[in-house]
């Protein structure tokens, strides 16, 4: 199933400790580009969370956003440092001492000094804390992922009737090849005859600049090699995913059999039909970027 690189998921996780939240959304790109936001606590999970999402997209400018709340007012605690408010009582007797002034320190001035008291947050169990979050990126993960195949079903519908016209087309320019060189072939004829009496000369003449002619606008071996591609692209949608880039490769060789057809049209109706494939070609391309 071919999935598009336009793709969006969101995935809620929580329990009694806290809650995460994962968006996930992407847009066009040549490659796998990452751009994470997170809180800073999360950071050490940077290369395992592109490790999990890996697992979802091959292609696309990927934004990922995860917050995390915490609602256990349990895992900050109080720290006393006695032996730093030691140190300051030390200091302050110094000061009593050395500059003859009267030492009126009380507990609530001393627990105001920096860093006496401090909250501090409680160690995270690491593992506990990854587990979560991955679950919470699987969730988001796979919604992403949903996204991406309906969107790609829907190019692939798209893309299926734009090769049948293309198709259409070029049969279409099959079809008039005979009628181009019958029609060159009755105006020499008439133009010779206009201009030469001896029929015998007229009849040499006319097969010479007829075969010189069709040689000229002859595109047989594009038409042929253009089925071909159309036919490869189809197989390919078909094929599963990860073919975007195989499909524009295809659709670059069409774009080149196109236009030695228009090069080599040598009649109004032809080169209508070669624009109009060249311009399905070229809307072909652009859907195709759309493609993982």
Request: net charge negative.
């Given at each position: 199933m071919?999935?598009?690189m336009t793709?969006?998921?969101r995935a809620e996780l929580?329990?009694?400790v806290r809650r995460f939240t994962v968006e996930i959304k992407s847009v066009n790109h040549r490659y796998l580009d990452f751009n994470m936001k997170m809180p800073k606590k999360l950071s050490v999970f940077e290369a395992a969370i592109r490790g999990v999402l890996k697992e979802y997209m091959q292609r696309g400018k990927v934004d990922v956003f995860i917050s995390c709340e915490d609602f256990s007012s349990g895992r900050m605690q109080l720290h006393y440092n006695s032996e730093l408010a030691g140190r300051y009582?030390?200091?302050?007797?110094q000061m009593e001492k050395e500059f003859a002034l009267e030492n009126d320190i009380k507990v609530s001035h001393l627990s105001r000094c920096p860093?006496?008291?401090?909250m501090e947050e409680q160690e995270i169990d690491v593992e506990e804390l990854w587990?979560?979050?991955e679950?919470?990126?699987?969730?988001?993960?796979?919604?992403?992922a949903a996204s991406r195949q309906v969107e790609g079903e829907n190019l692939k519908r798209d893309l299926t009737a734009k090769l049948d016209s293309l198709q259409a087309n070029v049969r279409r320019i099959e079809e008039r090849a005979p009628e181009i060189l019958s029609e060159y072939r009755n105006r020499l004829e008439t133009k010779m005859k206009e201009l030469l009496e001896d029929t015998q000369m007229e009849d040499s003449r006319i097969a010479a600049e007829v075969v010189i002619f069709a040689d000229k606008i002859c595109t047989d071996e594009e038409t042929v090699r253009l089925n071909s591609h159309i036919e490869n692209m189809k197989t390919a949608l078909n094929d599963g995913e990860g073919i975007g880039r195989k499909l524009d490769f295809i659709a670059q060789e069409m774009n080149r059999e196109a236009n030695t057809i228009l090069s080599k049209a040598n009649d109004l109706e032809t080169t209508n039909i070669a624009i109009e494939l060249k311009t399905e070609i070229e809307k072909i391309r652009e859907q195709i970027?759309?493609?993982e």
């Open positions: 071919i999935k598009s793709g969006f998921g929580q329990d009694e009582l030390e200091y302050f007797r860093e006496v008291l401090t587990s979560e979050l679950k919470a990126l699987r969730a988001a993960g796979e919604q992403f970027q759309n493609i």
